[in-house]
């Protein structure tokens, strides 16, 4: 069976304490012992909320409630394979995330994403996260009156 092109893939930006979640793929999978955002491929009948929700509750054990949609990647693995990644923001409403799908799972600052190695078509939502740290870092030192010049 021929592949569904673009491949729609949903994930979740779950940030807790000023950490992201992050997840190792296992070895066998597609870009295995790489990083990405909790999530899977949406299933025919499935709106991107409902599949983000089915996919944390299979691959994490947890409740989420799916947010406003962050941003949107896409990324042509082949001529014949293109993903278009759907990121939502996510809180946790009930569980633990738990392993069951992933190698392993970490807590990171989004500043500490560029030291993690992850797919291509979640590149660009690594460098949004890093951006909007940036930005909100920046934000503060100017409330806080620390961003001009001293004198």
């Known amino acids: 069976m021929k592949k569904k092109n673009p491949m729609i893939v949903v994930a979740a930006v779950i940030e807790r304490d000023g950490r992201i ?6 070895p066998g999978w597609h870009e295995a ?14 709106t ?12 994490l054990a947890v409740v989420a409630e799916i947010g406003h949609p962050f941003c949107t990647s896409e ?15 996510t809180i946790i409403i009930s569980g ?14 989004a500043i500490d ?9 979640d590149r ?5 996260l890093i951006t909007l740290n940036e930005c909100s870092k920046n934000h ?4 806080d009156g620390k961003s001009g010049p001293s004198e």
């Not at 979640?21 to 296992?26: C, G, H, S, W, Y």
């Not at 633990?96 to 600052?109: A, G, M, N």
């Open 21 to 26: 979640l992050i997840a190792k793929r296992k």
């Open 33 to 46: 012992g790489k990083w990405e955002f909790p999530g899977g491929t949406l299933e025919e009948g499935e």
């Open 48 to 59: 991107p909320e409902q599949c983000l929700k089915r996919e944390l509750q299979e691959e």
């Open 75 to 89: 990324y042509s693995y082949t001529p014949d394979w293109t993903i278009r990644l759907l990121v939502y923001q």
């Open 96 to 109: 633990v995330p738990t392993l069951t799908d992933h190698e392993e799972l970490r807590w990171v600052k």
């Open 113 to 121: 994403l560029v030291n993690y190695d992850f797919p291509e078509a």
């Open 124 to 128: 660009p939502v690594v460098e949004k």
């Open 140 to 143: 503060g030192a100017e409330r």
